[in-house]
C-alpha cells in the first residue's frame, strides 16, 4: 500500500524559509510524478509545484509562487521536498503532498500544518 | 488562469435523495488530443485530505460507490450522488488538469437536510 508522509516544522516566522519533506512508502518515487499542494481558509485549494525524477527532476511550478518556491527529489531515500522562501502570513495553511504531476491527484499525505508567525 | 466555479457554496439533501453539484471553468478543458475532459471531482472531510472520486469528468476511481457520477464537457460539470448516504457528508471540489496553473473550485459543502 503506497502511503505519502510529510514531514517539517509547523511554525515558521515571517520572511524564512518553509522546508518540507514528503516520505513515499510503499512504491518506488521513480514511478510518477510528485506535487504540493495547500489548503487555506482564504485561498483554498493551491496546486504548488511537481516533479518527475527523470532528467534531472522534470519541474513545474505555479506561476503566482515561482520566485519562492523550488522542489526536488532524492531518489536514493524515496522523497521530495519543497522549500518556499520569504515567507508571510499569507502562507499559512496545511500542505500537501500527492501522487500526480499535470493530472488528478489519487493519493494524498494527511497533510501538515504550518503557521507562519513570529 | 482557468476559474473553477462551483455551485452551490452549500447544498442539503435529505438521505437517500439525490444531491448535484455544478462545476463550471472559465475555458474549456476538453483537450482534443486524446478527446478527454481534463477535470477530476474529490471529496474532502473534515481532518482528512480530499479524496479522489472522479477522472476524466465521468471515470470513478476504483473503489468509489457507483452512486457517485460526472457528467459534463467543455466547461460544465456536474457531479451526481444518486442517493445520499450519511457518510456522503463533506465538501467536494472540482479540479482541472488541462493547464498550468492547475487549479480548484470553491468547494461545495453538502449536508443532510
Not at chain 1, 504548488?48 to 513545474?60: C, D, L, P
Not at chain 1, 499559512?92 to 507562519?116: E, H, K, M, N
Given at each position: 500500500?503506497?502511503?505519502?508522509?510529510e514531514?517539517?516544522?509547523?511554525?515558521?516566522?515571517?520572511?524564512e524559509?518553509?522546508s518540507?519533506?514528503?516520505?513515499?512508502?510503499?512504491?518506488?518515487?521513480?514511478?510518477?510524478?510528485?506535487?504540493?499542494?495547500?489548503?487555506?481558509?482564504?485561498?483554498?485549494?493551491?496546486?504548488?509545484?511537481y516533479?518527475?525524477?527523470?532528467?534531472?527532476?522534470?519541474?513545474?511550478?505555479?506561476?503566482?509562487?515561482?520566485?519562492?518556491?523550488?522542489?526536488?527529489?532524492?531518489?536514493?531515500?524515496?522523497?521530495?521536498?519543497?522549500?518556499?522562501?520569504?515567507?508571510?502570513?499569507?502562507?499559512?495553511?496545511?500542505?500537501?503532498?500527492?501522487?500526480g504531476?499535470?493530472?488528478?491527484?489519487?493519493?494524498?499525505?494527511?497533510?501538515?500544518?504550518?503557521?507562519?508567525?513570529? | 488562469?482557468?476559474?473553477?466555479?462551483?455551485?452551490?457554496?452549500?447544498?442539503?439533501?435529505?438521505?437517500?435523495?439525490?444531491?448535484?453539484?455544478?462545476?463550471?471553468?472559465?475555458?474549456?478543458?476538453?483537450?482534443?488530443?486524446?478527446?478527454?475532459?481534463?477535470?477530476?471531482?474529490?471529496?474532502?472531510?473534515?481532518?482528512?485530505?480530499?479524496?479522489?472520486?472522479?477522472?476524466?469528468?465521468?471515470?470513478?476511481?476504483?473503489?468509489?460507490?457507483d452512486?457517485?457520477?460526472?457528467?459534463?464537457?467543455g466547461?460544465?460539470?456536474?457531479?451526481?450522488?444518486?442517493?445520499?448516504?450519511?457518510?456522503?457528508?463533506?465538501?467536494?471540489?472540482?479540479?482541472?488538469?488541462?493547464?498550468?496553473?492547475?487549479?480548484?473550485?470553491?468547494?461545495?459543502?453538502?449536508?443532510?437536510?
Amino acid at each position: 500500500q503506497v502511503q505519502l508522509q510529510e514531514s517539517g516544522p509547523g511554525l515558521v516566522k515571517p520572511s524564512e524559509t518553509l522546508s518540507l519533506t514528503c516520505t513515499v512508502s510503499g512504491d518506488s518515487i521513480r514511478s510518477d510524478y510528485w506535487s504540493w499542494i495547500r489548503q487555506s481558509p482564504g485561498k483554498g485549494l493551491e496546486w504548488i509545484a511537481y516533479i518527475y525524477y527523470r532528467g534531472r527532476g522534470s519541474t513545474n511550478y505555479n506561476p503566482s509562487l515561482k520566485s519562492r518556491v523550488s522542489i526536488s527529489i532524492d531518489t536514493s531515500k524515496n522523497q521530495f521536498s519543497l522549500n518556499l522562501t520569504s515567507v508571510t502570513a499569507a502562507d499559512t495553511a496545511v500542505y500537501y503532498c500527492a501522487r500526480g504531476g499535470s493530472s488528478y491527484y489519487g493519493l494524498w499525505g494527511q497533510g501538515i500544518l504550518v503557521t507562519v508567525s513570529s | 488562469d482557468i476559474v473553477m466555479t462551483q455551485s452551490p457554496d452549500s447544498l442539503a439533501v435529505s438521505l437517500g435523495e439525490r444531491a448535484t453539484i455544478n462545476c463550471k471553468s472559465s475555458q474549456s478543458v476538453l483537450y482534443s488530443s486524446n478527446n478527454k475532459n481534463h477535470l477530476a471531482w474529490y471529496q474532502q472531510k473534515p481532518g482528512q485530505p480530499p479524496k479522489l472520486l472522479i477522472y476524466w469528468a465521468s471515470t470513478r476511481e476504483s473503489g468509489v460507490p457507483d452512486r457517485f457520477s460526472g457528467s459534463g464537457s467543455g466547461t460544465d460539470f456536474t457531479l451526481t450522488i444518486s442517493s445520499l448516504q450519511a457518510e456522503d457528508v463533506a465538501v467536494y471540489y472540482c479540479q482541472q488538469f488541462y493547464s498550468t496553473p492547475y487549479t480548484f473550485g470553491q468547494g461545495t459543502k453538502l449536508e443532510i437536510k
